[in-house]
């Protein structure tokens, strides 16, 4: 993937989740500027606001045997350089995207932390083969899981 800088990533990690949204059967758009939130999504029964948080790729996580490679998002932070947290009513739903694999998850505000963890899609497992319970992919955070 070309190098690009972070506002081209974010924006492209909004029209991702606008697309995702659309191809679900949703009317979705990006919001306007200088809002909380990113992406308007009508259900059929409201309109949610969406804040969209994106990253390019994952990242190598130290851990006490090996270090794996994880997607990390910075959550409740906004505003020119974070110094600002998002309140409850200011967002409805935060979509984390992975622009390498163009990965969503959808996750209610009450559910964020402030720093998030996600595995990569292609499953990385540990030395015996298994797989981490603890951790998480994108996907298996579907719009589903909030309506």
């Known amino acids: 993937m070309k190098e690009i800088d972070d506002l081209q990533a974010g924006k492209a990690g909004e029209y991702i989740v606008c697309a995702d949204l659309i191809l679900q059967g949703f009317i979705a ?3 306007e500027q200088g ?3 990113d992406v ?3 259900t059929g029964k409201r309109l949610l606001k969406i804040q969209v948080k994106t990253t390019r790729k994952p990242y190598k996580v130290p851990q006490r045997v090996n270090d794996t490679e994880k997607y ?3 959550v409740r932070r906004c505003g020119k ?4 947290s998002y309140k409850e009513s200011d967002v409805d739903i935060f979509a984390l995207v992975a622009l390498d694999t163009q990965a969503i998850a959808y996750i209610k505000t009450a559910d964020i932390k402030q720093t998030m963890f996600f595995l ?3 499953g990385h497992v540990n030395e015996k083969g298994k797989h981490r319970l603890s951790a998480k992919k994108l996907s298996e955070y579907s719009l589903n899981y909030i309506l």
């Open 29 to 31: 758009y990006p919001s």
């Open 35 to 37: 809002l909380r939130y």
């Open 40 to 42: 308007v999504v009508d």
């Open 72 to 74: 990390c998002f910075n």
């Open 81 to 84: 350089g974070g110094r600002q």
């Open 120 to 122: 990569p899609e292609d």
